[in-house]
């Protein structure tokens, strides 16, 4: 079997070239040096492994004084469990290399090997990956990607916004939120007390077992822990908020995401005159939620290849690729 790897700040994944095996792992790179243990663990669930083709996203991750070292430390990782296979790193020119020279061709390029994927059978369309981090907006004309190629850029040019489905701090996607209870709107605090996973289980759009990350603070990922986490953002507790309170709230949230992430859709449907749509990752619900209303064909990769495979289709896209 041909093995793709997506080994990212957040997480690492897994997933073969027929599709039939698919893995993520929780792995945040800036505090946790588990990614030789992950890797023998992907391993020994496959013994048949020929080939294994590697992107890299995790090299910004803040344990690297410089993505140059943190390219070093995910290809010396992979190279030290995988010896015995073929190994091919994806770059940002949309080739492979058994080698890597030059660290900089191989920063965070999962995003443009999704879309020489898909490519494949379609001409033109936006792609739009939405992960429990990060969400990628990617325009492809006549087969040809038009995304700016690092992350400075892609930030500047709309092809990448920095928040997800899960792990984004409700901190950061809302600066006041409005309290029926007392008919005013708070300022909430900017402390990490509550997560969009957190705004996600209250609105009922995730289960206990799709929270797939940490929590803010450490505790478990029930309904309950998660209103405790969303009152706080205010400075209360349950005892000093209506349950309508914690509702409205998650809701006003979730507003403000799918806002941010509908107008930058809409602006590249625009720039680009793009009329068709493919969505993937995690967040796949969140990119479908705010497609509503919109004039615009979608494909969901989840119906095509199901949501495993969705989730992880960055390694999927390379172990296809290659």
Known sequence: MILGLDIGGANTKAASSDGSYSRSFYLPLWKDSRLKE?????????REIEKVSVVMTGEGADCFSAKEEGIRYMRDAVASVFEDEDIYY??????????????????SPNWLA???????????????????TTTDIIPVI?????SEKTDFKRLLNGNLIYFGAFRADVSAMIDEIYIPSVDEY??????????????????GMI????????????????????????????????????EEDIKSMAEQVKERQLEVLGREIENSIKRYSIDDVVIAGAGEFVVEEALEGMEVDYTSLSDIYGEEISSVFPAFAIASLL
């Open 38 to 46: 992950i890797l023998e663990k992907i391993k020994e669930e496959n």
């Open 90 to 107: 994806f770059n940002l020119d949309g080739k492979f290399e058994k080698e890597i020279k030059d660290e900089k061709k191989f920063f």
């Open 114 to 132: 999704s879309s020489v994927k898909l490519s494949e059978n379609l001409s033109n369309f936006l792609f739009v990956d939405m992960g429990s």
């Open 142 to 146: 006549d087969r040809r990607c038009l």
């Open 186 to 203: 708070c300022r909430i605090s900017t402390e990490r007390y509550a997560s969009m996973a957190d705004v996600y289980t209250i609105s």
């Open 207 to 242: 289960k206990e077992e799709d929270y797939t990350c940490e929590t803010p603070d450490g505790k478990e990922k029930s309904l309950e822990a998660s209103k405790k986490r969303l009152a706080r953002i205010v400075c209360c507790d349950l005892k000093e908020l209506e």
